[in-house]
């Protein structure tokens, strides 16, 4: 199933510290009317995608539909506000994600929430790497040919990003700070800017989410050099990680899960967070999360908890070293 066709189809459907003020019961016969996940992107992106994959089957679980509602803004950080100051009662949700909980805090100057006081996280629910894509006439062909052209012209190779302080940005700064080259950025306002700008030989390097990259490299038309997780992706079984050509360890992959508002009884964050592993469990919604070219990864609440903390540290001392900022 196409990604426009699966839009279509469903478009109307650290520890626990983040929870530490959470109730100790839940009230009785939860959920008893519809859950809503705000999504705070505008719809048929990567994050409504990836939102609608999990909401249809969580109902199901619950039985009370989990309604999507989106409500775009300042990267994310406007419909993630609305979720941190919303009633802690389980029926306002919201998409967690890289950017609004690891990089927003940083880049905005008040952003309006503390990601690791503010929500009561129920678990994530994908991850999803990026390639590194250059232009036909890079002398590249894979990962170490690109550092060793770098550090050979410092400064002259240029790189596309949807965007200052976005993902794909910050995903750049972190390979050529630990490859040790000098690249120089060229943002963009979104991907498709970007991918014809390298199409045309305009820019030479962009690290793209997989799903625009499939036919583009297909067909010949870019050469991917390297996947940024740390495993092969299954979109691109034959393309080596970055890891395995010469910088062991490196990672740069964006993460999506759900969150609650802190506050929220443990017993119904539990409660979403089996319906959220159950619908994890189903192949169909696997295909689905395929669509972004993400994984699933099912977590529990605690080990979410953790990995927000995690993801703050790495990223927010990214966006400081970049000098990105947004008002």
């Known amino acids: 199933m ?6 279509a189809l469903i478009g109307g459907a650290a520890a626990w510290p983040m929870a530490a003020r959470a109730q100790s019961s839940s ?39 989990v309604v999507i509602e989106n409500r775009g803004g300042a990267g994310g950080s406007v419909g993630t506000r609305q979720v941190a ?14 950017g609004t909980f690891a990089i927003d805090p940083t880049l905005y100057p008040n952003v309006g929430y503390d990601p690791r006081k503010d929500f009561a996280p129920v678990g994530l629910i994908a991850t999803s790497a990026l390639i590194i894509l250059v232009n036909q006439s890079v002398a590249a062909h894979n990962v170490q040919e690109l550092i060793a052209l770098a550090k050979a012209q410092p400064g002259k190779l240029n ?44 820019v030479q390097i962009y690290f793209s989410s997989l799903p625009p990259a499939a036919g583009l490299v297909k067909e010949g038309k870019l050469r991917a050099l390297g996947v940024t997780g740390l495993k092969r992706s299954a979109s691109f079984p034959d393309v080596p990680t970055v890891a395995e050509q010469g910088l062991p360890g490196f990672e740069a992959v964006l993460h999506y899960g ?7 009884p443990r017993s119904i964050v539990d409660k979403l967070n089996v319906a959220l592993r159950a619908a994890l ?13 993400a994984e699933p990864l099912p977590t529990s609440p605690e080990e979410y908890a953790a990995d927000i903390d995690r993801e703050e540290t790495k990223w927010s001392a990214l966006v400081k070293k970049s000098g990105a900022t947004a008002k």
């Open 2 to 7: 196409q990604r426009r066709e699966f839009i």
């Open 258 to 264: 759900i969150v609650a508002p802190a506050g929220t």
């Open 27 to 65: 009230p009785t016969g939860y959920p008893d009317h519809p859950i809503t996940l705000i999504v705070p992107y505008a719809p048929g992106g990567g994050n409504d995608v990836l939102a609608r994959a999990v909401a249809e089957p969580m109902g199901k679980s619950l039985g009370q539909p």
């Open 159 to 202: 790189y596309a990003s949807a965007g200052a302080g976005s993902g794909i940005h910050l995903g750049t700064v972190l390979f050529a700070d630990t490859a040790g080259i000098d690249l120089t950025h060229i943002p963009y306002k979104g991907s498709g800017p970007a991918l014809t700008d390298l199409l045309g030989g305009h």
């Open 85 to 98: 100051k919303a009633a802690p009662d389980g029926y306002t949700l919201g998409l967690g994600g890289t």
């Open 281 to 293: 469990a189903d192949p169909k919604v696997h295909g689905h999360i395929a669509i972004e070219g």
